[in-house]
Structures are given as structure tokens and as C-alpha cells.
């Protein structure tokens, strides 16, 4: 999980840094706003939040800290949860009842589950008894925490593939096929890569995968916002967010490689998921 942790501390790092610079939470990542536009105490708690992550991420560097540190960035992962929800109500108000918006507010929901699941997978991983024991997870909860990664990847490609057109605008107009051909198919591939981290079918190689094409995301869509918008919280957020998430990735695919082979399995799709 070393490449994994890196990734993830470094910028979720960035992530605390971009919100202590402009004193208030990512509108676009850590919608807060969504419980109203005049929260008291909303920029204290955004500063507070901010130097947590950065403490926090930071002594997710050092193994001596990773415990405390992981459990830490658990519980605020776990209050950035929280933030979207009243969107499931906004949302089906102003854009009607359409699956395009549900997927999405859901998909706002994800971004922070998926950080939060890497978060319990750290953590628990520090608690094992023993070298052969990578994580102290019962199998029931790490069955749940595998089916909760995989829907999160399925629900960002649904939103995707329902929403096309909030998708185009970020794709860069030089890439061949148009726009629409590439919003559909990253829309496929997180589908297809949540059935296979559920199913246990190529997990590993699929969560990998996850993680290279978000990062390739990022350097095609994301990393253009900075130039064009430098003085936008946003653009930073949305890189430090993005990130953040493929050390996620990349901690939950090494994590299901050190998993038992799923029972339901063949012998010819166990020796798949070893090879990958």
C-alpha cells in the first residue's frame, strides 16, 4: 500500500492547505453549502477541518503514526459524509424528479465514502496481530467495505453516462473521437470496475486501473483548471480531491490483493485475480 499512502497523504495534504488558503470548505468537493448559506461558525470549523487534514495526513507518513492518523481521517471522512445529503432533497426540488440527479447527489455522497473506506482500511490494518494478517477486518466487513467501494465506482459511472453533457465540457476538445465518446466511456469503466471489485472477478486489476484513470484524468482535465483559473479554490480542490482519491485506489486494490479469494469464484477466474 506504500505508492497508495503516499498518494493519498501528499494530497490530501494539498487537499487541508487550498481550504486553510481560502478559509472556507471546496464548494465543489466539501459542499457544506448545501445545509444553507449562512452556517454559523462554517469558517472556523473549515479551518479547524483543514489543519486536521494536514496534521492528520501527515503523520499518515510515518508508520509509527498511522494508526491514530488513519482512525483520525476515518472520523472527518466520515463528517464529510454528511455534507451533500441535504441534496437528496434539493436536488429532485430544482431539477425534477430524474435519475441523472439522484445518481449524482449520490455520487457527491461517494467521494468522501471512498475516502473514508481507504481511511477504516489503513486503520485496520494497524491493528493485526500478526505479519501474516494484513488487516484486522472480520469478513463480513470487509465484504461490506469491498461492495461499498465497488457501488461508489458504479454510481460514478452511472452519473456519468445519465449526465453526459456536465461531463463534456471538462474533456480536452484535442482528444480524437469527440467529447461524448470519452464521457461515455469512463462512465462504462467505472461500472465495469465496481462489478469487478464487487464480484471479486479481476478486482485487483480493475481498482489499479481505477486509480491510473482517474490520474490520467487528472492530468487532461483537472491540472488545465489551475492555469486557466488560478486564483479559483475549486480548480485546486478538484485536483487535491482527485488526488486524494486515486491513493485511494490504489490502497483498497492492494488491500483486496492481500484479500482471500472470493468462495464463489472458479478455478479459472481465481487464477485471473492472482495474476493481476
Given at each position: 500500500?506504500?505508492?497508495?499512502?503516499?498518494?493519498?497523504g501528499i494530497a490530501a495534504i494539498a487537499y487541508g492547505i487550498t481550504d486553510l488558503v481560502w478559509g472556507e470548505f471546496d464548494p465543489s468537493d466539501q459542499p457544506l453549502q448545501a445545509w444553507g448559506d449562512h452556517i454559523p461558525g462554517a469558517r472556523i470549523f473549515a479551518y479547524i477541518a483543514a489543519i486536521w487534514l494536514v496534521v492528520a495526513d501527515a503523520a499518515l507518513l510515518w508508520r509509527q503514526s498511522r494508526r491514530s492518523a488513519a482512525a483520525s481521517l476515518a472520523i472527518l471522512y466520515g463528517i464529510f459524509v454528511l455534507f451533500p445529503l441535504p441534496r437528496f432533497y434539493w436536488g429532485p426540488h430544482v431539477h425534477g424528479q430524474r435519475a441523472y440527479v439522484y445518481f449524482g447527489v449520490l455520487g457527491d455522497v461517494c467521494q468522501e465514502i471512498v475516502l473514508f473506506v481507504a481511511a477504516v482500511i489503513l486503520w485496520k490494518s494497524t491493528l493485526?496481530?500478526?505479519p501474516s494478517e494484513r488487516d484486522s477486518l472480520s469478513?463480513?466487513?470487509?465484504?461490506?467495505?469491498?461492495?461499498?467501494f465497488?457501488?461508489?465506482?458504479?454510481?460514478?459511472?452511472?452519473?456519468?453516462?445519465?449526465?453526459?453533457?456536465?461531463?463534456?465540457?471538462?474533456?480536452?476538445?484535442?482528444?480524437?473521437?469527440?467529447?461524448?465518446?470519452?464521457?461515455?466511456?469512463?462512465?462504462?469503466?467505472?461500472?465495469?470496475?465496481?462489478?469487478?471489485?464487487?464480484?471479486?472477478?479481476?478486482?485487483?486489476?480493475a481498482a489499479r486501473l481505477l486509480g491510473l484513470m482517474l490520474l490520467v484524468f487528472s492530468a487532461l482535465a483537472l491540472a488545465p483548471l489551475i492555469v486557466s483559473s488560478p486564483h479559483d479554490h475549486a480548480s485546486w480542490g478538484a485536483n487535491a480531491y482527485n488526488l486524494t482519491?486515486?491513493?485511494?485506489?490504489?490502497?483498497?486494490?492492494?488491500?483486496?490483493?492481500?484479500?482471500?479469494?472470493?468462495?464463489?469464484?472458479?478455478?479459472?477466474?481465481?487464477g485471473k485475480?492472482?495474476?493481476?
Open positions: 500500500m506504500k505508492i497508495g499512502v503516499y498518494v493519498y493485526s496481530k500478526s469478513p463480513r466487513a470487509a465484504r461490506l467495505f469491498r461492495w461499498t465497488g457501488l461508489c465506482s458504479i454510481d460514478f459511472g452511472l452519473a456519468h453516462l445519465t449526465a453526459v453533457w456536465t461531463v463534456v465540457p471538462m474533456i480536452p476538445k484535442w482528444l480524437p473521437f469527440g467529447a461524448s465518446f470519452w464521457a461515455l466511456l469512463t462512465g462504462i469503466a467505472f461500472v465495469l470496475a465496481g462489478v469487478a471489485i464487487i464480484s471479486g472477478v479481476l478486482d485487483v486489476l482519491a486515486i491513493g485511494a485506489a490504489w490502497i483498497v486494490a492492494e488491500w483486496l490483493a492481500t484479500r482471500p479469494v472470493p468462495n464463489h469464484l472458479s478455478s479459472s477466474q481465481q485475480r492472482a495474476l493481476a
